[in-house]
């Protein structure tokens, strides 16, 4: 290449860029006339998603096709549009508890169901794409909010034996289709952070391996390249927030297998971002990356990007906790000594189907400086003790109803006994718990793989309690929002 042309396709790529992340700002705040309105948490299920698709059916530009069946008999559906050259293939929710893209992919179809606004834009992706869907491969597990299938089959590791008919489904469309580029859409932990930023991975990549020896093949390379336009355009928004997942390859996923039979597969895994535990901002964000990325592949300017820039994302890192409490003394033995607590919640699906209330053990212990967490309070100057539980016993649950939580705290009891044969539940919106009937009462530890629930001292005065990873201000007691845990000998 000359001097010239050189300073030129510079200039050029320069341009392009700014066009596309223009394009970009101007979907981010155009996001709220897109969003799919029924949709509001994660735990949406199938029967949420088919009346959106039999909408579909009435407009012109979509084509909606069943594919085929999950186990426990819903219909899994393939929507196409557009009629370009380039074929572009997205499925979402093979694992069923990983909803976000799903979400997304129905706030894209409302994008193009719109007439009057991005005309041209929709007008160069559709006659310069062939865009292909399969929203939720997983319903049953979705019904669940469970990864795995109903007959316990993770679908992303069922790609040679085939087992599932959901991934008999979806390798029989991929087969059909025959794209050009892949998007395999999911979530992933929130304890990922972006390398060692102390920024949770909000959103990661992947441009999977086709062998053992992660060869740089052609697809994967155009992958690569795509990935890298993608992270330029989302740094605007999420700026150090985007992380790469593990590269390692692996022969029983999809995303590996259609890269060696030769897709650009962009693997994209939304993560955490403070605040937003049903990833509401990050479906936002799914929405705006997916459509930067039809623009990218219909303009071909993904073509000029560096592979550099996607090997230059940090690494997925297991570096965020949901929350850490820092700089707390601990007295034992009569010794002093600083410590950092970590907390992670597990999310328990109640039978309500979207419901779920969480639970906290104590992940670390001691030096976390490397973490970060959500929710990151420093405590310095505060003592830790572990909280007890009142020996007195209740007899029912509008009898515990009435306690005194600040009374209770300032004893030093976060737990109480109640004798009650007819209370079902797993866990209390009271800021404190439940021991029920003859559950056996243990004693608070401040030991890793334990409950949560401290009693925080400053001059020997409590000022706040820690009641299952929630921290409650004993002069605010009714602003916390948590639930607490009911234990029973179930
Ligand atoms: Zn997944």
Request: a negative charge; charged letters at 25%.
């Amino acid at each position: 290449m000359k001097k010239s042309t050189l300073i030129l396709a510079i200039f050029l790529t320069g341009f392009i860029m700014a066009q596309e992340k223009e394009l970009a700002w101007n979907l981010y705040y155009s996001y709220e006339n897109f969003k799919e309105q029924s949709l509001t948490n994660r735990r949406f299920k199938h029967s949420d998603i088919v009346p959106l698709i039999d909408h579909l059916k009435n407009k012109n530009i979509f084509k909606v096709e069943k594919v085929g069946n999950s186990v426990e008999g819903r219909d899994i559906y393939l929507i196409s549009m557009g009629n370009g050259k380039k074929k572009v293939f997205l499925w979402s929710q093979m694992h069923g508890d990983e909803p976000t893209a799903t979400a997304a992919l129905f706030d894209i179809f409302n994008f193009f169901s719109n007439e009057s606004d991005f005309v041209d834009v929709k007008k160069f992706l559709l006659s310069n794409l062939s865009i292909y869907f399969i929203p939720m491969v997983n319903p049953d597990g979705a019904e669940e909010f469970q990864r795995r299938n109903i007959f316990e089959i993770d679908l992303n590791r069922d790609i040679i034996r085939q087992q599932a008919p959901e991934a008999k489904i979806l390798k029989g469309v991929f087969d059909s289709l025959k794209t050009n580029f892949g998007f395999n859409l999911h979530d992933q932990g929130r304890n990922y952070a972006a390398g060692n930023s102390f920024k949770p991975a909000s959103i990661s990549f992947l441009a999977p391996s086709p062998d053992y020896e992660k060869s740089l093949t052609a697809p994967r390379e155009n992958a690569m390249k795509l990935i890298g336009n993608m992270a330029d355009i989302l740094n605007e928004f999420i700026p150090g927030h985007i992380g790469k997942y593990s590269d390692d390859y692996e022969p029983r996923a999809f995303g590996d297998n259609f890269t060696k039979w030769g897709t650009s597969v962009v693997l994209l895994e939304t993560g955490g971002w403070r605040g937003d535990r049903e990833k509401q901002f990050l479906r936002k964000i799914n929405f705006v990356a997916i459509l930067a990325a039809f623009n990218s592949i219909a303009s071909g300017s993904f073509e000029n990007q560096e592979v550099d820039v996607y090997e230059s994302i940090p690494k997925n890192e297991e570096l965020m906790m949901d929350v850490i409490f820092r700089n707390l003394k601990e007295i034992r033995d009569d010794k002093e000594f600083i410590v950092d607590i970590g907390i992670n919640f597990e999310e328990i699906n109640t039978n309500s189907a979207k419901k779920f209330y969480l639970k906290a053990a104590i992940e670390d212990i001691g030096d976390l400086s490397v973490f970060s967490g959500y929710e990151d309070i420093d405590l310095s100057g505060f003592t830790i003790e572990p909280g007890k539980t009142k020996p007195e016993h209740f007899h029912s649950y509008d009898e515990i109803k009435e306690i005194n939580p600040a009374q209770l705290y300032s004893e030093g009891y976060l737990n109480v006994i109640l004798q009650d044969d007819n209370l079902k539940a797993e866990y209390a919106n009271l800021p404190f718990n439940i021991f029920l009937n003859q559950a056996r009462i243990k004693e608070g530890k401040i030991k890793t793989e334990e409950a949560a629930n401290f009693v925080i001292r400053k001059n020997n005065e409590v000022k706040f309690v820690i009641v299952n990873g929630f921290l409650i201000d004993i002069d605010d007691i009714d602003a916390w929002s948590g639930n607490s845990i009911v234990y029973s000998n179930k």
